[in-house]
């Protein structure tokens, strides 16, 4: 990148910053309350601020990518840092006006009045909730400590990085099988650490079918020198030794304000969203991982895209009914464009 162009990124990420609200909203009601400045929720910001939509974003900055130095497989922003890349999308939707408040939203009342942290309130005609999820890591010494750097979860993310080089897969989850049997397509030497899964014929004859070894044995801690991983520690003493470890975490969703609302959830409990993002509850979206734990980056900035169409055309139809309502109640005259001369006519 030119010092031209890091400059003016610099700038424009300095202008976001001095944009940036104290939990005090101008009067009025906003058309959007966005909750969550990851790249869904400053997405759907930036798409209904060029709708010139009034918005507000309001962000507690807490990411869930944090811990990892980089993310992958954003086209054009491939390698770049996640903090790098908010920087640059909280730049943008504060160039077109968005009101940005650091907050905590406590919650949202009937009427679609955000409270925050502190006793603020900012006033909405339709919700955006972009609040993500939490990983919930097992309880296994190192894992915390290692976790976005050779610790890992997502093969498309991070597999890449760590091609070819020895990599274990932790048996804590049901879905770690599988896991395993992706990861294989990085690497060809794969240690699957059974820990607490008791593993099937089936699932052992799989895992051996793509030459994945089986370590059987509780997984005792993460073994580390300086600051890189150096392998897997079983009860019994042996240390198995990895260059990078996948997880499957518990994802937890942060949804206590859109249940808060009414919005209905799905028989595996995540609150359900229809193409554009709509729930359950009318004026209510919910965009990112808070609705999709599969949900990639770049995924995730897509849904924000999505959903502010879907809600820009939402208030178009309201604001079109309330016009025509009060048109109505005026009893104001349709306006016409004046007829055409006929071809040929003289005027005069």
Known sequence: ???TKNNAQHRTTNDAQHRTKSATPDEGVYDVVVVGAGASGLSTALVLARARRRVAVVDAGEPRNAPAAHMHGFLSR??????DLLAVGRAEVAGYGVDLFESRVDQIDPGFLVRLDGGAVLGARRIVVATGLRDELPAIPGVRERWG????????????EVRDQPIGVLGTHPGAVRHALLLR???QDVVFFSHTLDLGAEEREQLAARGIVVADG????????GDRLRGVELAEGHVVPRSAVFVFPRMVPHDTLLTGLGCERDHNGW???????????????????????????????GQGAAAAFALNHDLV???????????????????YLPRPAP???VSG
């Open 271 to 301: 609150v359900t969203t229809d193409n554009a993002g709509r729930t359950s509850v009318h004026g209510v979206w919910a965009v990112g991982n808070v609705s999709d734990a599969k949900a990639l980056v770049i995924t995730a900035a």
């Open 218 to 225: 509780t997984v005792k801690r993460l073994v580390t020198e």
């Open 149 to 160: 750097k050779d610790l890992l979860f997502c093969p498309y993310c991070h597999a890449y």
């Open 78 to 83: 491939d390698g770049m840092s996640a903090a």
């Open 1 to 3: 990148m030119s010092d």
């Open 185 to 187: 397509q990085w690497s």
């Open 343 to 345: 071809r040929g006519a």
């Open 317 to 335: 139809a309201e604001d079109v009914e309330r016009a025509v309502k009060d048109a109505g109640s005026s009893s104001r005259e349709p306006q």
